[in-house]
């Protein structure tokens, strides 16, 4: 099972929406379970393959084996702090990118861990943590009859849960898995969408990254 903590924004929707075309089990997670029930009939409504429900963010994380941190960075200190003893065990993966907005101009907000990723290990010791996803735009996984185009970077200091993320990321259409290394690479990513925004911003586009040469 594929859980999303904070899965009824755009990014957890859209991504349980691209792991459901692609056949998998989902269950969209929410402080509040009417808002999770909701947001999984509105995904479901786009798709006949996989399924998926919602729930609490509470019992998401207990009941998948793979996790989405799908929050706000702000409330990603809380978040993990409440649900740490439901994650002890788990593959948690953060999509997490630390940003601030002035005058419509993205910036990324400084984390004193290095990266959200980094600060989500820190909080979950007994959690294998990964990154990914972080530079795929909600708007682009929300449309269903479009192919992404894009690579996803995905680190983490554990090889078989990176591999298996890639594996996860590999299954959405139009996705090229990349092998990031260590989670310490993550903050780099986080700094990738900000940079991302901005583009969209100045091209009047939807921006995306692909890596060449490897
Ligand atoms: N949007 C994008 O295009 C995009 C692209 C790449 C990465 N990301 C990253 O993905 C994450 C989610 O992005 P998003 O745009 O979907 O975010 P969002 O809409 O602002 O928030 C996602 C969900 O988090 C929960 N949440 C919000 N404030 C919270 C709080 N104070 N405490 C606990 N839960 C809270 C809410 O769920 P409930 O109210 O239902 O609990 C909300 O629906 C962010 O970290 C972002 O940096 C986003």
Known sequence: MIGFIGGTGPEGRGLALRFCMAGEQVLIGSRDPDRARQAASDVQAETDNGTVSGTSNDEAAQRSDTIFIAVPYTAQRPTLTDLKNSLDGKIVVSVVAPLAFSKGVASALPVADGSAAL??????????????????????LLEANKPLD???????????????????????????????????????????????LNLNRRYKARSAIRITGI
């Not at 259409?173 to 290394?181: E, L, N, S, T």
């Open 119 to 140: 600060e989500t290990k820190a909080l979950l010791p007994g959690s294998t943590v990964a990154a990914a996803f972080q530079t795929i735009s909600a708007h682009d």
């Open 150 to 196: 894009s690579d996803v970077i995905v680190c983490s200091d554990d090889n078989a849960a990176r591999e298996l993320v890639m594996d996860l990321a590999g299954k959405i259409a139009g996705v090229r898995a990349v092998d990031g290394g260590g989670l310490a690479n993550a903050g780099y990513v986080e700094s990738l969408t900000p940079l991302l």
